[in-house]
């Protein structure tokens, strides 16, 4: 099948009472006080999140155990206004090093310390670019025909274990 | 990281899955779908919105038609995943300031 869809980017806003400075402060000092903890790719819980303050820095998280698992990078850095993170995981939760994903952060002063902080996740069609360069070499589990005999296989075990 | 439970769920009605099956082989609209099936259009629809739903299937406009696709990567689930994780991690975030602020 050639067909290819784009999906399109995932966009979200948000509204903080805060400076633009604050704001962003918190977005990227802060990231290890807001990550929702059940989200991590170390085989560890999760202690704490890393960006580091400067363009091409490393973005990555620590498990309890000390290990270090990249997520991504920064791309852009400039507070308090703009933030632009490499978001590095493949659809399977692994770091990919030749896969970009763009998170955007706007951070845009609305009225008297209060800011609209506007995000977007683009390029989500670049994972399946590299899920397709990666199925040259192994059966991706990724695509739909892979969760088809998944699911053929979960129905017919069920049925020869009822 | 798509919610496998949801994605089986979703395929796990038989009809559902002949509605699925039926755009393995490309882009097709609900007419077009239901021809040859024992089940109405308003059928149809309901079917494939839980499978758009699931991320399985995705949909746009083609002229006067909307026409429906398999995602052949899966990436309408991936996105799927992604706008969710985006609401929690946000929500969370937007808590931290209101609650940073009330320190300074």
Known sequence: MDQRIKPAPVRKSVRVNASPQKAFDVFTAGIGRWWPKSHHICKADLDTHVIEPRTGGRWYERGVDGVECDIGKVLVWEPPARLVLAWQLNPDWTFDPDLITEVEVLFIADGANATRVELEHRNLERMGERADAMRQQIDSPNGWGALLQLFAQTVSQERSAS | ????????????????????????????????????????????????????????????????????????????????????????????YAEEVERSSGES
């Open chain 2, 1 to 92: 990281m798509a919610n496998a439970n949801a994605l089986f769920a979703a395929l796990s009605d038989p009809t559902r899955r002949q509605v699925f099956e039926r755009l393995q082989s490309g882009g097709r609209s609900v007419g077009e779908i239901a021809r040859n099936l024992p089940v109405s259009r308003p059928a149809v629809s309901q079917h494939l919105k839980v499978l758009k739903d699931a991320g399985l299937v995705s949909d746009r406009a083609e002229g006067t038609r909307r026409v429906y696709y398999i995602d052949p990567q899966g990436l309408a689930a991936v996105r799927k995943w992604l706008d969710q994780f985006w609401d929690v991690a946000l929500a969370a």
